[in-house]
Structures are given as C-alpha cells and as structure tokens.
C-alpha cells in the first residue's frame, strides 16, 4: 500500500502573535514550531497502518513551506514514515487552501498513492479545506473528520465525527482520501535511534513549479488580535489573595450564597 | 446580493442554527434562497424558493454535493453559504471546486466587501476577501444572530445521483450521557490544566460550588474526561449561573457552547487568551495554585 501523509509546521498555539509589515498574517521571530496537532494524528495513524501485520505499507510525508519545515518533515520520519518530501516554498504563508491543495494534488497526481491523509484543518488558518479539495483534484473519494479507521483486506471502515457526540460509521474502498479529527489515536513520541536516523535521511526537494500552484481564489489580510473585552475584570497576584477577590466580586454579583453554593 | 443559503437536518429535523444564516443574510441584506438536503417536517419560514428533495439521504456526501450544484445552477446565486459543520465541511469545498470559486470557511463577521475569520485557534482573526466572481462561504455557528423570518417557500423539488463508493453502516450515538444543560455551575478544565491528575482539582471545586466538571476538547480527546462532558459545537451547549474555564484558550467552537453561562470567571497564565473576550474575571494565575485556594475559599463558609 501507498501512503502519503500531508503535514503543516505551525507555530506553537500559546505564542504571542504580532502582525507583520503586511498585516496580511504576523512576525515569525520568536516563534516556537511545530507539527499541527491534526496531522499528527495523521501521521500517527498511517504508521500504525504500516505496523499493521500484514500490511506492506509505504509511507510518504509531504510539506509545504520554506526551510524550516524540514525540521517537522524529519520529525515525522523520527516517527516512522519512510520517505520525505518538501516543497521549498517560501511563500507558503501567503498561499491560499486552493494553491496549497492544487501543489499537493500536482505532487500526488500520477503516483498512485491508495490513501492520502491529512489533518481536518490547520490550527493557524483553520480554512479545513486543502484535504478535500486534493480529493477532487485527483479525482477519489474524500471522509473528514474521522475518528476512527479500520482496514480489512481492500475496504476502510472510518467513523467520522458529527455534532453532539454522534458519529456516524461508513465503509469505502482505496483510493481514498481522509481527513484527521482529534482524538483518532494518541500520537507517540520518537525514539533517540529515529531521531538520529531521520536525520540522515535524504529528502527529495521540490519546487511549487514542479507541482503548480495555480492563481489564488482569496486574499487575506488584516491580521489582527480580538477586540479587547472593556468589561472583563484582569485580577493578578498571590493565589489566595487571587481568590478572595474572586470570592469578594461572586458576592457582589449575587452568584455565591453565604453558604457557598451558586444560587 | 443573491444568497443561496444551504440549510441542514439532523435526526429528521431541521438544524437550530440555520435561523443564523438568515441573520447572516440580514446582515448583507441579500435575497434569499435555500436549498436542503432531506425533507424535514418542518420547513423553514420565509419567502423565497426553497429546494428540496423528497428523501432523505443523510450520509451521501456526493449526492449532496450534487443537490447543491443543481439548485445553484437553477438559481444562480452570488454567493453559497453552508455551516461551518460536519455538513459544511464535507460538501462546501467539493462545491467550490465544482463552482471554480473561491470558498472562506468559519466566517464570523463582515468587513466591507470581506469577511471575517478566525485565525491561530481563535487569538487572531483576519478578513478574507473572495478573488471569484462567485464564493462560498462557511458561516461560523454561534457568529450571527439568529432570525425568525415570515414567509412560506415556493418549494421545489430537486434530486440527484446517489454515490456507490461510499456505504454508509450507521450513526453511533454518544455513550453515558451527561446533561450539563440545567446545571447551575459548570468548573472546566482545559488544555492548559496539563495533566489528568490536575483533573482532581478541577473537580473538587465544582463540588465545593455544587455543581459538575466540564471539559474543553482536547481534554476529552486526551482521555483526562468522558466525552460526554465536552462543551462546546461538538459537544454540549450550557447555560449555568456561573462558569468557570479553567485553562481554556477559548476557541471559538468551546466560547459557543457556553455563550450563555451567566457569569464567567477565566482562569488563565496567558492574559491575552481569548477567553477573555467572553470573561467577567480574568484572574492570570497558575492552576495549581489558585484552584486550591478558590476550593478552600468556599469550603470555609460550609
């Protein structure tokens, strides 16, 4: 089987964001990378296809992006998959879902990839299109969202996420493309031996003009913090004088009872 | 403005949030017409021509894909918005490549000509403006108002080609139900409680409070909560006296499940954390410290 795994190296969630000379997105300096959790998942769950016995299994791992995400690609090699490719691009930031999606689909076109993973979206832009819009391109079937996946001889039982806790389970045959929501598995953490090998690893390098990356459908631009909430009440100091004046300001409201309970 | 809006069924009936894509078309004041998946008892109210076929054929995301596209070729609309749901999610981008247009997902606002959304999970946001002559657009649940229109639709009925590749074998629904609904403090725990044995804290002030343990998504997904505790799009929708978000960045899907919490105590390091946008109080403290002394605190006067 021929796998191919789409992974995107994003900033760390908890950093501040500062946006940048163009306002259209922010200031990488000082920012910590890492992979999106969502293809984590992603890459998580086509080793353990790999590992699966029985199963004679090749992994592809492919990311967009300038140098720096050569780090991420090695980190999913640490991981287990067999082979890396990035496409140096240092304009990724600036692509849209559908360039993003057409140099991945250029890339896979033609390799006979039978299942092709990515994360349901990305933490930074959250646009949760590129999977979907790589399926049409090539042409195959597309689930989002899946929690779970079972493989049995040629067909995939995947149960994909609904609203309220439902999911609902669904069977298909290769090729395929999936999308990973949280919680399909818990990704694991590289070996000291991986990393060290991952790191020798030759990785073939493209070009978006390898792939073509097409015209963009959108712009964006703006980029900017939430307006502050005026209202909200920022209490700072030592833990117990903290919540004495949570305490102090729930009285006030009327939402603790001199008892303690919330009325 | 020519709007098609894509309504949604869930279990049989129609989705509460699609009066939001009404209030969305309110706010663009566009004309108005909407195409459904499935026939619902009840259709939505309001004039225009509504498509629709006669049964329902959940699961098929193709043939929903091709529902759409037909209704959008006999109405011509501008522009095609969906949810941003599981429906949304799977047939919005098939039906902007179809279109050849651009599509914004998770639009919570308007910006002159553009349109708002969230960004770097939820501290950022960003305008997005469409390069097509046509777009679709995902509409954020929880973003715009929601609105009552009058009116009767023209409904017309529409059908399309089931999908082979993909069999559908049914809907699990999710176990040991919870109901946080009528709860009147909620104390959850977030990412940023670290591990599952801070868990215990989170939970020794609820009880202190009288009330019950939430959780934000990456709890449940790590295993630290039952599922069934979740707040938020994905999970349940609460309305208590108080909440209190314990490590809880706030992205925007947890912040519309608990929108209508009556007070809103944050508890956070990161002070620019977007859950301050909803908070009352923002108190910027570690976890580890301050939940202890908030439980004993209360515990004093019991």
Known sequence: MNILVCIKQVPD??????????GSWFEEAGHVWRMNEYDACAVEEA??????????????????????????????????????????DPAAAERDPWQIASM???????????????????????????????????????????????????????????????????????????????????????????IMKSKRSVLTVLRPEDTGAGEPRVSSEAFRPHERNMNVVVLEGDASTLALQVLALLDERGIISAQGGVR | M?????????????????????????????????VLGGAAGDFPSFNGRLY????????????????????????????????????????APRVAFAMQAAQVSGVTGIDDGGYVVESCNGKMRRTVRPLTTRAVLTIQPGAFAAVAVDGTPEVIAIDAEPDSVIEFLGCIQPEQEIDLSRTRAIVSAGRGVGSADQIDLVRALADALGGEIGASRPV??????????????SGQSVSPALYVACGISGAIQ???????????????????????????????????????AMTAAIRERQ
């Open chain 2, 254 to 292: 947890h912040l519309a499940g608990m929108k209508g919490s009556g007070f809103v105590l944050a508890v956070n390091t990161d002070r620019d954390a977007p859950i301050g946008s909803v908070a009352d109080v923002l108190a910027v403290a570690d976890l580890a410290e301050f939940l202890p």
């Open chain 2, 52 to 91: 629709c076929p006669d049964v329902e054929n959940a699961f098929d995301m193709t043939y929903h894909k091709r529902l759409v596209l037909d209704a959008v070729e006999r109405e011509q609309p501008d522009t095609v918005v969906f949810l941003h749901s599981s429906y949304g999610w799977e047939v």
């Open chain 1, 104 to 194: 991945i689909a250029g890339f896979a076109a033609d390799r006979g990839f039978d299942l092709v993973f990515t994360g349901i979206q990305s933490e930074d832009r959250g646009s949760a299109q590129v999977g979907v819009l790589v399926a049409e391109q090539l042409g195959i079937a597309c689930v989002t969202g899946i929690t779970s996946l079972v493989l049995q001889d040629d067909s995939l039982t995947v149960e994909r996420e609904l609203e309220k806790g439902r999911r609902c389970q669904l069977r298909l045959k290769l090729p395929v493309l999936l999308t990973c929501q949280l919680g399909l598995n818990t990704p694991r953490y590289p070996t000291l031996p991986n």
């Open chain 1, 47 to 88: 080793v353990r296809l790999k590992e699966a016995p029985g199963v004679d299994a090749r992994v592809t791992v492919l990311s967009i992006g300038p140098a720096r995400v050569v780090e991420t690609i090695r980190k999913a090699l640490a991981l287990g998959c067999d082979n890396g490719v990035h496409i140096d």
């Open chain 2, 2 to 34: 020519k709007l098609m809006l894509v309504g949604e069924i869930r279990e049989g009936a129609l989705v509460a949030e699609v009066a939001e894509l009404f209030g969305f078309a309110r706010c663009l004041d566009a004309e108005v017409s909407m």
């Open chain 1, 13 to 22: 969630m908890e950093g501040r964001f500062v946006p940048d000379a163009s």
């Open chain 2, 220 to 233: 449940v997904d790590a295993g630290w909560l039952e599922r069934s505790r979740q707040v938020g799009t």
